[in-house]
């Protein structure tokens, strides 16, 4: 029998409780489809970095090149550092992982589309969340998707490719 695929996912997607706020972001067809031939290890940047739950929210601020992770509130609240010492932390147990579906528009795991801000302005243009960024640099061939993009069937099916799975929805 083939051994499932192990799949991170941003723990939130999953239904944990570990949003800025409490809440969730949970993705039925995550858990309930994929969960049906797939495993789990659920990760969340923000906790694994000690911030808790609830905690001050953050957002991506700074030139687009160099973006930072601050509170929003207290903008002296600057956890780059930290996403990145964790996403370095994590490296050795992601190298066992199929593939990553991180969560859209995040400061720490955003693909892409996650708002930047300066000096209260929001940029024009958008970035990748800090976790989510070192991430990719780190695992160039771990195959990265955020839940977004697979409501869309043709992304759903290059990503289960990349992954080596099939699965009829």
Not at 26 to 41: H, N, Q, R, S, T
């Amino acid at each position: 029998m083939k051994s499932r695929p192990l799949l991170a996912v941003s723990a939130c997607l999953l239904g944990y409780s570990v949003r800025y706020d409490g809440g969730d972001k949970y993705e039925p067809w995550i858990v309930e489809v994929l969960g049906k031939v797939a495993d789990f290890l659920p990760i969340c940047p923000e906790e694994g970095i000690g911030l808790g739950t609830p905690r001050p929210p953050i957002r991506l601020a700074g030139p687009p090149d160099r973006p930072r992770a601050q509170g929003i509130a207290d903008p002296s609240l600057d956890v780059t550092g930290r996403l990145r010492a964790y996403a370095l932390e994590m490296l050795p147990q992601l190298g066992n992982v199929s593939g990553y579906i991180l969560k859209s528009r995040s400061p720490s795991c955003g693909l892409r589309g996650v708002k930047l801000f300066a000096d209260g302005e929001r940029y024009s243009r958008e970035g990748t969340g800090i976790y989510a960024a070192f991430i990719a640099a780190h695992l160039p061939h771990l195959p990265l998707v955020d839940e977004e993009e697979l409501r869309d069937p043709r992304l759903r099916e290059e990503f289960f490719g990349k992954i080596g799975l099939r699965l009829k929805t």
